[in-house]
DNA sequence: TTCCCCCGTCGAAGCGCTTCGACGACCCGC
DNA sequence: GCGGGTCGTCGAAGCGCTTCGACGGGGGAA
């Protein structure tokens, strides 16, 4: 293994100023930082993690914290794993994968073990056990999601009440006057995931506004589930027009069954979704729809956590803006 | 930050002691072994990764490469990292996430600061450009998948030849005569991805030994390439009562396909498919399947890379053999 | 010309842990 | 009762890097 005591001897330096070359904390004259340059790409050299993780109290490793539980979309999980990896490599750290299953322990041993030098915990509960946990912690953290309490913390997320609530002013627009919410499953309720209860109270809230009919309906992630819902829907609300989604896996499913059930998508019922712009493409009728942007939930993430880590002072709360996509499922009433 | 001084004064031992009562790497006495243990706890001592691995050059750390490209299945991407992250845990390592787009620099990366102590590889092309790199660097390596040259490496994965096989066996005991592969999209085949290959040289290796008609179709992931591909088989061999289907994302479609060309399943046509079987149980009609055991080869390929990295010799290749569960898509002819 | 300061570099200390060799104490067999 | 082993523990040396203080030399201001 070839060590910065080589480089520096190879360049004809000590191996301190070899460190400032590479560092950039100290000023290194043009000539010299070259030579140094020169010396490690000939050596092949490369700083040992550890032994800088040691003398600098760094450890350039992030980790990430990813749900496993059911009623969460994989493909979004993984979207956001990916962006995250992406942004931390443009900084220059690297990210360790934790199982919300480790649970606060897990958390515990790689903060209290200097192995990261901060945490981005994602599928963050209304009332999520490792908060205090996190607050006291002495690495920075950054949530993907809103806690009931977020003070104290660094939380970001799509705007998921304004997502709700543009899916609603949409149809409005439109003149659809009777809509329903297909939400989550049951349990993501049960469990007080914020996103969820925050679609709901945005599209409750944007319907009162607007004097519009509505209601709402947890539905299971399965095509029979999904038959279900359409058909209580439709007895509960003969007069529907209009629905909102949120709900991957039913998405296309849920269409099928309305349209089993007599209902032409968009000619008679008019449909938009808060999902993976991705997904809404590709189902048989475009679907509008809100996006979901994991990519740029992640990389806001890592910048925030970047900034608290040289100590610049960041906003608590991050709320990225819903953004709906017109396609082929609604129309006028 | 208290550290190994701390314990060993509070204990009354010196601090190799300490360590020794750690690693077990020397016998301690049961009575200084249980001072050492609760002046631990009483003072929430947790080793420094980092220094940890400069003086013992372990860093307990495992890189994960996993794959970002079009025509892979994320759940099943997911399920490998998360049983990966599991089965490292039990060994008391961690998971650093790599994404395939870093390429060889990253592997080099994380292997030569000696960051990781040993790489797992998803996704491994038959030609993959990092073998070479692989096979040099230092540190032990397990791939999930198989190259066309695995000399000098381990690779672990489910058995996809015996998969295919296994399909055509069981429609051809049924006394199908006319079977179709619906496989995975176009560009998985260019990129000369193992897994696909071999299943359509299993599939094709069993009609031919039971003198069955078959013919392979390359499938892209949506619904609408599903309806073309079911027309053509339709068109092409008017006689078929048979599909194998590997290609997660268009197994539901295809048999929505079938159905509205007037082929019932399972009475007109059977389907099997290789996937996970949680896909296969929750289509409309439950597809009797070979299992992707995204589980089992995850830990499996850490347990190679953990006795690889106590210098016990390890198989080069690990092979699953599949298991197929019957379920409703498949009936005799 | 003198003084001061800054630029660029060096040496040494230390980050917190593991590991090697050494060393008493104790037990066994003869 | 003595040599040889083993058991349990200690001290010290390092692992490879960063960082702090120091210092010589050169340029600018006075």
Redesign the pocket.
Known sequence: ?V???DVARHA?????????A??G?????E???RRIEDSIRELG????AG??A????RSNVLALVVPLRTGIHVPVVMQFAVSVVTAARRHDHDVLLLTQEEGEDGLRRVADTALVDALIVMDVQLHDGRLPLLRRLDRPSVLIGFPAEPDGLTCIDLDFGAAGELCVEHLAGLGHRVVGLVGSPPEVYVRETGFAQRVVRGFTTAADRNGIASSVHPCEADPAAARQVAERLLRERPALTGVVVHNEPVLEPLIDAFEALGLRVPQDLSVTAICPDELAGRVRVPVTSVAIPAAEVGTGAVELLMRKLDGTPVPRATLLPPRLTVRASTRPR
Do not use: Q
């Open positions: 293994m060590k910065i005591t004809g330096v000590s191996p301190s100023t070899v460190s400032y590479l560092s904390k100290r000023p290194i004259s000539e010299t930082r050299y490369r700083p040992h032994a800088r040691l003398a600098s109290s």
